[in-house]
């Protein structure tokens, strides 16, 4: 049972570049999550989703894009890498609404 | 969303109960409490989650007190494997609901 699958662990971007976090799950959820995780710090989530087509911002949405065309994917998407944008960020989905947080291993992402 | 604080580290020596407290003064009626906690280099993971009675799980116990303000998670027997930050946090259920995470415990266990 593979739960949370987050693509890649590790990346490291320059300055300006673009990407992709993959997460996927194969639990059937519908409520999807990304949170980015600083050194030091609790999680801060930076968009959500309730279901497929349907997507929020969290507490720190800029820089980042999401979609959700199923319901097992939820890619972020980071345009124009910065330095700020150096993190571990973790995927995280559940069934329902009040239900158990289930999440992936985490993506460091490095931004020189 | 409802303030919380709790203390930023603990002690505990292996075998013991540890008790992790969370003030949440601000809750509303419909918040739920939970707990979750993070290993060192891991994602968070649940431990547990309760509106207004006690919880137990094989993993811990929760304390709601009777006016909801504070909460307190158990461990029964600490291990070594228990050594993580622990949040606390209260959230709604409803569609919308989202889990906001604070600085959390950071909770020692010696040897």
């Known amino acids: 049972n593979a739960g949370v699958t987050q693509t890649p662990k590790f990346r490291i971007l320059k300055i300006g570049q673009s990407m992709t976090l993959q997460c996927t799950q194969d639990m059937n959820h519908n409520y999807m999550y990304w949170y980015r995780q600083d050194p030091g710090m609790g999680l801060k989530l930076i968009y959500y989703?309730?279901?497929?087509?349907?997507?929020d911002k969290g507490e720190v949405p800029n820089g980042y894009n999401v979609s959700r065309s199923t319901t097992e994917d939820f890619p972020l998407r980071l345009e124009l890498a910065a330095p700020s944008q150096t993190s571990v960020y973790f995927c995280?989905?559940?069934?329902?609404?009040?239900?158990?947080?289930?999440f992936g291993e985490g993506s460091r992402l490095t931004v020189l | 969303d409802a303030k919380t604080t709790q203390p930023n580290s603990m002690e505990s020596n292996e075998e013991e109960p540890v008790h992790l407290p969370c003030n949440h003064s601000t809750i509303s009626g419909t918040d739920y409490i939970h707990w979750y906690r993070q290993l060192p280099s891991q994602g968070p993971e649940y431990v547990i989650h309760g509106l207004t009675s006690n919880v137990n799980n094989r993993m811990a116990s929760l304390a709601i007190a009777e006016d909801r303000k504070s909460s307190t998670l158990i461990l029964h027997r600490a291990t070594l494997r228990d050594a993580a930050v622990y949040y606390c946090i209260p959230a709604r259920d409803g569609a919308n609901s989202k889990l906001t995470f604070g600085k959390g415990i950071t909770l020692s266990v010696r040897p």
């Open positions: 995280a989905s559940r069934r329902k609404a009040g239900g158990e947080l289930f």
């Open positions: 989703s309730v279901g497929a087509g349907i997507t």
